[in-house]
């Protein structure tokens, strides 16, 4: 059906725009419904302090270093209320230092201005000290509570007015006068404080959640010998030519004394080979479809912990049968078994999450526990997400730095921890209560967004 809206000349004359996009018939209508309201300042009117981030020439992403004190926030850390926290990169101190009028404070408002448009997160304390990239935008303010003012700009009203307000055509982007320009609805200080409130428990739910995920690995680790123990990274070491032409590799990372050491302390331990206890899944390469009802999980949906359910491509199920796709199942693990930076992220997938149907691609591998269970599929999903599980898949890495993988035969023969039931429980109920943590967190959000749509209804 097409939609149409009349415009007066001088609505175009007020808003400097004459891209029909702009007026919208929804996008007129939220913006009427705020100004009816009586209880909307424009963002420029509120006292606070807009802060682009640096120019990408300030500061080389070659630079990144892995473990730090000092982490840099990426556009792609930017989504929906908090900051995304399964694949940080840090600066050394020197460049935090240098480029310090950028640091982010609690309680900042980030606006992603380049790349995925419009998403706003609130910083809090754990991931500070930080500084952001040119893609976000900062906004600082005392004057409303920056709790209430995230929760605004993530409900539909605000996230419509940000999506209204994108320019450009092949090369997208939000400016700070365009950002200015946008209507936020101010309510009293109670209702404020009402909102704020449900954004702040959906953070103790998640922290909840880390910590609860932390005591399951914790746990595991400490029953392997394995909590807190460092592994030289040795410069130069010895092998002997039988070693070579038994593993058929040549490449020095295969043989690190270190990945010795971690297999001769699992070895101490009951242990068996992952497909002795698991289904191994694949996938294929398959055409999307422009609609339909399953999402298609790749490597990017994965976490360090926890999968994310915004999939950007989808199929049918006319697709899934005839290319006899797998679908995911309750329990399931999720491997990603290629791809720089995503090779070796591991996480488990539970029906309470989320009520879709999804499928998987070719850079992907479901690992299903077969019916005698000898070790459960949380376990296995912390065991492979610890550090000593990705030291052990990282050693059987192939390729460049272009596209790395890990083959199957070296999947199937993944030595894996086979603790004593009791424990194996105890870190199963950690990471299931993790992951209840977290669905409550989301729907603790919803709520937070429906209360402010609410409220701008009843003006």
Not at 280 to 306: A, H, M, P
Not at 344 to 356: A, H, S, V
Not at 369 to 382: N, R
Request: aromatic share 10%; with cysteine.
């Amino acid at each position: 059906m097409i939609t149409y809206s009349i415009i007066q000349k001088s609505q175009l004359e007020g808003a400097l725009r004459l891209d029909a996009e702009y007026f919208q018939p929804e996008y007129l209508e939220i913006e009427r419904t705020l100004m009816l309201s009586k209880r909307y300042k424009y963002w420029k009117d509120i006292d606070g302090r807009f802060i682009t981030g640096p120019f990408g020439s300030e500061f080389n992403v070659e630079n990144y270093i892995e473990k730090g004190k000092y982490r840099y926030v990426r556009g792609k850390d930017v989504k929906e209320f908090f900051l995304l926290d399964n694949d940080n990169v840090y600066i050394p101190e020197k460049d935090f230092v240098r480029l310090n009028k950028y640091a982010l404070k609690e309680s900042d408002i980030l606006v992603s201005v380049v790349g995925t448009l419009g998403n706003t997160v609130i910083v809090d304390s754990p991931i500070l000290p930080a500084i952001y990239s040119c893609k976000s935008t900062v906004f600082r303010t005392k004057e409303v509570n920056p709790y209430y003012l995230i929760a605004f700009l993530n409900s539909k009203y605000g996230r419509k007015l940000l999506e209204r307000s994108v320019r450009g055509a092949v090369q997208t982007g939000l400016n700070i006068d365009d950002l200015k320009s946008l209507p936020i609805y101010v309510p009293s200080n109670a209702l404020q404080l009402e909102v704020s409130s449900l954004v702040l428990q959906s953070k103790k739910e998640i922290d909840s959640s880390k910590l609860l995920y932390q005591q399951a690995e914790d746990l595991l680790l400490e029953e392997l010998g394995l909590k807190d123990i460092q592994f030289e990274d040795d410069l130069s070491f010895v092998i002997n030519s039988g070693e070579v032409k038994t593993a058929n590799r040549t490449d020095a990372e295969y043989y690190r004394p270190k990945y010795k050491e971690i297999i001769k302390i699992l070895k101490k331990n009951p242990n068996d080979v992952l497909e002795n206890c698991f289904y191994i899944i694949r996938s294929k390469n398959f055409l999307y479809t422009e609609e339909g009802d399953i999402g298609v999980i790749k490597t990017k949906q994965l976490g360090k912990q926890f999968l994310g359910f915004q999939v950007e491509n989808v199929t049918t199920n006319e697709v899934v049968d005839t290319e006899k796709l797998p679908t995911i199942q309750d329990r399931d693990v999720l491997f990603a078994s290629m791809g720089v930076g995503s090779l070796g992220k591991t996480n488990i997938y539970y029906e309470l999450e989320n009520d879709n149907q999804f499928t998987i691609d070719s850079t992907l591998k479901i690992f299903r526990a077969k019916k005698e269970q000898k070790l459960l599929p949380e376990v296995l999903s912390v065991y492979l997400s610890s550090e000593i599980g990705q030291q052990l898949i990282y050693k059987y890495i192939v390729g460049s730095s272009g596209i790395i993988s890990i083959y199957d035969n070296y999947i199937r023969e993944l030595i894996i921890p086979i603790l004593p039931k009791s424990t194996q429980q105890k870190i199963a109920d950690l990471v299931r209560q993790s992951h209840e943590s977290r669905k409550k967190s989301k729907e603790l959000l919803e709520q937070a967004k429906s209360k402010v749509e609410e409220i701008i209804k009843k003006g």
